[in-house]
């Protein structure tokens, strides 16, 4: 549960950064060389991103940093991180952190925010896809290269690009849990719930790697088909399904 005292705000002191900086070790456990220094919080803040927090009597509860950038033309945000502390997950927090920086964003006249996220991670894929009405229709392989964080079991940092269109019809009938604009699903890309256990197991790296592998197939044939992540089911045993189809432009506007 989410303590009552949590707020949500801008991080402007360098102290509140240094807190950042800690938590994302804390939460990814990376190596030195692989962590976002100190100083890219600081000028995210200075150059129009973003760098929040989520505070509890002071405490650094989570964050969530951003970087501008340019999408054909048109200013966006992308979102780098979003670290929740142990303590505070399951509640809803990544959510709301969410909707913090697109509150922010539109109120600067940025209707775009963008992410990279792991298509193996069910419950985050299941946020994205269904909580906030992100859509994805590029993959990129081994983004990051292999890296030293535990989460990542050693497999290729493959990466799906989210894609939130903040003002979009889509995302507000989301966040309104209305009637969303329906579509006909054209692919699936599955999940097993025994993913989790695989990719921390060294001894069932490979079945891992084989998911990742076939997966990454699966996505990159429907992406060059013109297909999109529209929607995302999870069944009862915590199986996670990617489902494609057809994304329309007009549901933008």
């Known amino acids: 549960?989410?303590?009552?005292?949590?707020?949500?705000?801008?991080?402007?002191?360098?102290?509140?950064?240094?807190?950042?900086?800690?938590?994302?070790k804390e939460v990814w456990e990376f190596s030195d060389a692989e962590l976002i220094p100190v100083r890219l919080f600081v000028v995210a803040s200075k150059i129009g991103g973003q760098v929040m927090g989520a505070f509890v009597d002071e405490e650094l509860a989570g964050f969530a940093l951003a970087i501008p950038g340019l999408r054909n033309g048109h200013p966006y945000l992308h979102s780098q991180m979003l670290a929740v502390r142990q303590a505070y997950r399951n509640g809803g927090l990544g959510r709301r952190m969410k909707l913090?920086?697109?509150?922010?964003?539109?109120?600067?006249?940025?209707?775009?925010?963008?992410?990279?996220?792991?298509?193996?991670?069910?419950?985050?894929?299941?946020?994205?896809?269904?909580?906030?009405?992100a859509i994805a229709r590029r993959y990129n392989v081994n983004q990051y290269g292999i890296t030293?964080?535990?989460?990542?079991?050693?497999?290729?940092?493959?990466r799906l690009i989210a894609e939130w269109w903040m003002k979009s019809k889509r995302v507000e009938a989301v966040l309104a849990q209305?009637?969303?604009?329906?579509?006909?699903?054209?692919?699936?890309?599955?999940?097993?719930?025994?993913?989790?256990?695989w990719k921390a197991d060294a001894a069932m790296h490979e079945r891992a790697l084989a998911v990742q592998g076939g997966n990454r197939e699966r996505f990159q044939r429907a992406f060059g088909?013109?297909?999109?992540?529209?929607?995302?089911?999870?069944?009862?045993?915590?199986?996670?399904?990617?489902?494609?189809?057809?994304?329309?432009?007009?549901?933008?506007?």
């Open 1 to 24: 549960m989410i303590a009552a005292a949590l707020t949500i705000r801008k991080c402007e002191a360098l102290e509140e950064m240094q807190a950042c900086f800690r938590l994302q």
């Open 225 to 253: 088909e013109g297909l999109s992540v529209l929607g995302y089911e999870r069944d009862a045993s915590g199986n996670g399904k990617f489902l494609l189809g057809e994304w329309d432009e007009g549901w933008r506007y």
């Open 148 to 158: 030293s964080s535990p989460l990542q079991g050693g497999l290729p940092t493959d």
């Open 100 to 133: 913090y920086q697109r509150d922010d964003a539109l109120a600067r006249g940025i209707e775009l925010m963008e992410w990279t996220f792991d298509p193996l991670e069910i419950k985050n894929a299941y946020l994205n896809i269904e909580k906030l009405g």
């Open 178 to 197: 209305a009637a969303r604009a329906e579509f006909e699903c054209r692919a699936r890309v599955e999940v097993p719930a025994e993913i989790y256990a």
